[in-house]
């Protein structure tokens, strides 16, 4: 919701709860996130009820962060609804700073996953000889991760799973293509239905990754800066360390903690010190919090929020396939992937999935297999062949009881007596 003060005071607005602080406050105090290097104008906007570019109307406004705002629109034509998310006016004018918001348009389009958001097309508008660049994304009908969790506290861990592995597959995407999130956090999650799954991960945001400098060389960000919400920064990044995948890991494996037991590791009364205590401080074992956890999956969480990067998995697909080992103990709760299958058969194989929406190309990872039937009961083999034979025999009984009709039957119109019929009168 937008604040009620007057236009041209100077805020700034966290991403995450919409809240406006002063100038110069850094990190939002609720949940410390990293606040917008910038002061939001408000005021009426100018942009609701409008058709931008003869295609898309303007309908809600549906959230504001640090480069733009998030309308709920509508393209004509196509009758869909889709997410417009628009750069800041006061942004639009830095050449920079239009360059930094195009490059999540082209970092997002060119990964190409199920569990990330659709980049739809990137245009301009021009307003007062400005010209102003906005993203036209798939529209999701659902609630964040934080909102799940919000609502039900901690979740089953085949549920937690279930979705750890979405996120996983997703960034590991990320990863092979030298992107690295920077900002993963339940609010950058939503969970949509898709089918009969009402978890279905889209991974959002990647308006503070960072790419290699091959790929896009013209980007770059400040050495020592630190990006995404305390709660979630990897140690190496909260002492101003470089971004690697191993840091999305970090967050990743945050997640995982916060699924189970309802809270993050770290918290505190400010961001400063829950980045200290993501640098220095033990990390609490999640078996006090919860004792009836999957011993296997905690070892694989705690030891993914170790302080040193090389202690944890390299990137997200690794961290995906040792997910999927540890959940080979939930044997009784079947977490269920997207394709419907159970997770606690695994099979290790260069995956393509036939007719499946997606590839997870050149990798060894454990993929899900049949389920598995029950054993069967001694001498059940045998059964299963009288069983297979039992047509064939209820065919010749009825054979043999027609055959016996008819004999008796002939019988007794003397068809075989030994007599010879009696002739005729004369």
């Not at 993963?184 to 889209?202: I, Q, Y």
């Not at 709660?231 to 916060?258: H, Q, W």
């Not at 099979?347 to 069967?376: F, I, M, W, Y």
Request: charged share 20%; with cysteine.
């Amino acid at each position: 919701m937008l604040s009620s003060q007057p236009m041209g005071v100077p805020q700034r607005r966290c991403s995450s709860c919409g809240e406006s602080y002063a100038e110069g406050v850094i990190f939002c105090p609720r949940d410390g996130t990293a606040l917008p290097a910038r002061s939001i104008d408000t005021g009426p906007d100018p942009y609701l009820g409008q058709v931008l570019r003869g295609e898309f109307r303007v309908d809600a406004l549906i959230g504001a962060g640090a480069a733009g705002r998030v309308y709920r629109a509508h393209q004509l034509g196509i009758e869909r609804s889709v997410a417009l998310k628009i750069m800041h006016r006061d942004l639009a004018g830095n050449e920079g700073l239009r360059t930094r918001f195009q490059r999540e348009a082209r970092i997002a389009g060119s990964l190409c996953h199920p569990n990330l958001v659709n980049v739809l097309s990137l245009a301009e508008i021009q307003q007062d000889g400005l010209s102003i660049p906005f993203l036209a994304l798939e529209y999701l009908d659902g609630l964040t991760l934080r909102s799940a969790l919000l609502a039900q506290g901690a979740l089953p861990a085949a549920r937690a799973v279930h979705i750890l592995l979405q996120i996983a597959d997703a960034l590991g995407e990320a990863h092979e293509r030298g992107i690295v999130h920077r900002d993963l956090k339940p609010e950058n999650s939503m969970l949509v239905r898709r089918g009969d799954d009402p978890d279905f991960v889209k991974v959002l945001d990647f308006g503070v990754a960072r790419a290699e400098a091959g790929e896009y060389p013209a980007i770059a960000t400040r050495a020592g800066a630190i990006f995404g919400s305390a709660r979630y920064v990897a140690p190496e990044c909260a002492a101003g360390g470089a971004s690697t995948p191993a840091s999305d890991v970090y967050a990743l494996a945050t997640l995982g903690y916060e699924c189970l037991c309802g809270s993050p590791p770290f918290d505190g009364d400010n961001a400063i010190q829950v980045l200290l205590k993501q640098q220095t401080a033990a990390v609490p074992p999640l078996l006090q919090r919860d004792p009836n956890l999957p011993p296997a999956l905690v070892r694989l969480l705690e030891r993914n929020l170790s302080k040193s990067p090389s202690d944890r998995a390299q990137d997200a697909r690794q961290f995906a396939r040792e997910l999927l080992a540890a959940d080979s103990t939930l044997e009784s709760t079947l977490a269920r992937t997207r394709l419907g299958h159970a997770l606690s058969t695994m099979v290790s194989a260069n995956v393509h999935v036939k007719g499946s929406d997606h590839q997870l190309s050149s990798l060894s990872l454990p993929v899900p297999g049949p389920l598995p039937l029950a054993e069967p009961a001694h001498g059940s083999r045998r059964f299963s062949h009288r069983a297979f034979a039992s047509p064939a025999l209820i065919v010749l009984l009825c054979f043999l009881l027609g055959i016996t009709a008819a004999l008796g039957i002939a019988h007794r119109l003397g068809v075989f007596s030994s007599h010879p019929p009696k002739a005729g009168p004369p």
